[in-house]
């Protein structure tokens, strides 16, 4: 994967390019697939580890799927664990500046743990290790004062009454104890608490509703996710302006960077919503937050603003938050590869081998700058040029890892997509309705409709959504999978491609003569569509013809036996017989013009 185009230095001025009172968006990279994404945040967090505190996680992680091994559910979220990683990267050391603690958050954490019928002793010594040593800047004291907490911990779990008080109980009474700035930072943490809703001003009550929250799931459970996520906008702000750190705030540089891919999935969806909360609640921050989508929105980003990344950070752009969560939100889209980048990544790959002149170009208008499938043609023409395979389709078609590269490359971008074959098919329809028509005529019964829908969906959600005249809206996925359709299926190609144009001109007949046009070129068989162009051509705006021409002209070709170019430049002419009827001049032109157009429009 590459992202020629990005440099890390470009998102981080997005948030120097905004200054609301509210502080910085919440910069979201939205978009399918294949596009940079997740290497953008990985290439981010790599300029500024050792520079900032920054911390990186991707909600697709298996870790976030369910409680790890013996903890009960009702004690653990995604949106809990993704927090925890979040502030155990944050508080590693940095140069001269200390570590980062956290102790609003952690004092928060302790009566969130796992509790059970044996009121889970062991779990809940493990966990509050884990919770207490990073609420401490370490030390030779620190393991021997943790471990009299959780002694405390357990003492107050041996009593009779009601387990989240007992921890409670258990947490404040170790806090109080000892004069440590640990001990300090802790009580000052659980204070923190009796700003609590209904906790009237009660440190001890505001941490028992919050764990009753917790555990109780559902609405309840995301009502304390997000106080958890505040006390941590709280804890980082201190450590910043010298309240919760243990250095003054000139000491620390930049500001925290938080960096979530994959932000759909439960767990950085949770913790985006919650920021975007609290920011939209009036509490403001200075983390940078910057996440991956995949797709083009989400509702919990329904009112965010979008920009170009050129607009994101250009200063004075006109951007500030509105009254809701999303408003506090900024969907950035990463621009393509432009074509010398293509070139750079092509030759990058091919060191010692002349690279044909022509073939970056054809691969740029072929990917159109999607990275992911530039790399992976660079590295088949990396392999291939040396065998004299040198044209986009010949690298497409060849070897990757023991399948083509084209079917790699569709492997990477539907991973585990359901029903990939009748996807395949489908890629020759314009939209839902042809699409449906298709699917109950050359697809297995039980399909139709409902198996539309399904694909739609699925194509949405991996940032793929239809196009005008497209069923599968991105063109270069269209393309892979038109491909696919030629290669394989499980029958003769030929037939499956016929079987296809054949029925979707069918279905268009007289009453949509271009989409039939199209259809009917596809097979092969031009007469229609240079009869279509040749009668309107008269009678049409220059514009709407052209674009008819277009339109038609972008059929998929799939014969091995291409005379394309030789009728374009009218080499065929002679042994063309037009129409009776027709003048010859004209229909001999239009036969060149759309031969021509399609050879050039072919990717």
Same mark, same amino acid.
């Given at each position: 994967m590459t992202t020629a185009t990005i440099q890390p230095h470009a998102l981080l001025d997005i948030p120097k390019a905004f200054h609301p009172p509210e502080g910085p968006p919440f910069v979201v990279l939205a978009g399918a697939r294949g596009l940079g994404r997740s290497t953008v945040l990985r290439e981010l967090r790599a300029a500024y580890r050792g520079r900032s505190p920054v911390a990186l996680i991707d909600g697709e992680e298996t870790r976030f799927d369910r409680p790890p091994p013996g903890r009960p559910p009702a004690s653990w979220s995604p949106a809990y664990e993704a927090l925890t990683v979040?502030?155990?990267q944050l508080a590693e050391p940095l140069g001269g500046a200390g570590r980062i603690t956290f102790p609003g958050w952690r004092a928060g954490c302790s009566p969130?743990?796992?509790?059970?019928?044996?009121r889970g002793l062991s779990r809940i010594c493990a966990e509050a290790e884990r919770v207490l040593l990073l609420s401490d800047t370490g030390g030779w004291l620190a393991g021997r004062w943790v471990g009299k907490a959780v002694a405390r911990l357990v003492s107050s779990l041996s009593d009779q009454g009601p387990v989240v008080e007992a921890i409670v109980e258990g947490a404040l009474e170790a806090f109080s104890e000892g004069m440590s700035s640990s001990h300090r930072r802790l009580r000052r943490g659980a204070v923190w608490y009796r700003d609590h809703p209904h906790a009237a001003g009660n440190p001890k009550l505001g941490m028992v509703l919050l764990s009753r929250h917790f555990h109780a799931g559902g609405d309840a459970r995301t009502h304390a996710e997000h106080h958890l996520v505040r006390a941590l906008l709280t804890d980082l702000d201190d450590a910043y302006a010298g309240g919760a750190g243990v250095v003054p705030r000139p000491q620390r540089t930049g500001r925290p960077v938080v960096l979530l891919d994959n932000v759909q999935e439960a767990a950085g969806r949770r913790l985006m919503e919650s920021v975007l909360r609290a920011r939209a609640d009036g509490q403001a921050d200075q983390v940078a937050f910057f996440a991956g989508l995949r797709g083009q929105g989400h509702? %919990?980003? @329904?009112?965010? %603003?979008? @920009?170009?990344? %050129?607009?994101?950070?250009?200063?004075g752009n006109g951007w500030a938050p509105g009254g809701t969560p999303s408003s506090h939100a900024l969907l950035v889209s990463l621009p393509p590869l432009s074509a010398d980048d293509t070139r750079d990544v092509i030759e990058g790959a091919c060191p010692r081998q002349p690279v044909p002149a022509h073939l970056p170009s054809l691969v740029h208008r072929l990917t159109g700058g999607n990275p992911l499938g530039t790399a992976l043609i660079a590295e088949s023409a990396r392999r291939n040029l040396p065998r004299g395979l040198t044209g986009p389709a010949d690298l497409l078609l060849a070897d990757h890892a023991g399948s083509p590269t084209y079917q790699a490359l569709l492997d990477l971008l539907l991973p585990d997509v359901d029903h990939l074959d009748e996807l395949t098919v489908l890629a020759v329809a314009h939209d839902h309705d042809s699409a449906v028509a298709l699917a109950e005529s050359r697809l297995p019964s039980g399909f139709g409709a409902s198996g539309v829908r399904a694909l739609e969906g699925r194509l949405t959600a991996e940032g793929h959504p239809p196009a005008p005249d497209h069923f599968v809206g991105d063109p270069f996925l269209r393309t892979l999978l038109l491909l696919r359709l030629r290669h394989v299926n499980g029958h003769p190609a030929a037939t499956v491609?016929?079987?296809?144009?054949r029925a979707l001109a069918a279905h268009y007949g007289s009453a949509r003569p271009l989409h039939r046009a199209h259809h009917e070129l596809a097979l092969g068989e031009p007469d229609f569509a240079v009869s279509h162009l040749r009668e309107t051509l008269p009678a049409l705006d220059p514009h709407e013809w052209l674009a008819a021409l277009t339109f038609i002209a972008a059929a998929p070709h799939h014969s091995s036996d291409d005379h394309r170019a030789a009728i374009a430049v009218g080499r065929t002419d002679e042994s063309h017989r037009p129409p009776p009827g027709t003048d010859p001049g004209l229909h001999l032109r239009v036969r060149r013009a759309l031969h021509a157009t399609w050879y050039e429009a072919d990717p």
């Open positions: 979040v502030a155990e969130s743990r796992p509790v059970g019928g044996d509702p %919990a980003l @329904r009112n965010a %603003a979008r @920009r170009t990344l %050129a607009e994101a950070t250009r200063t491609w016929r079987d296809a144009h």
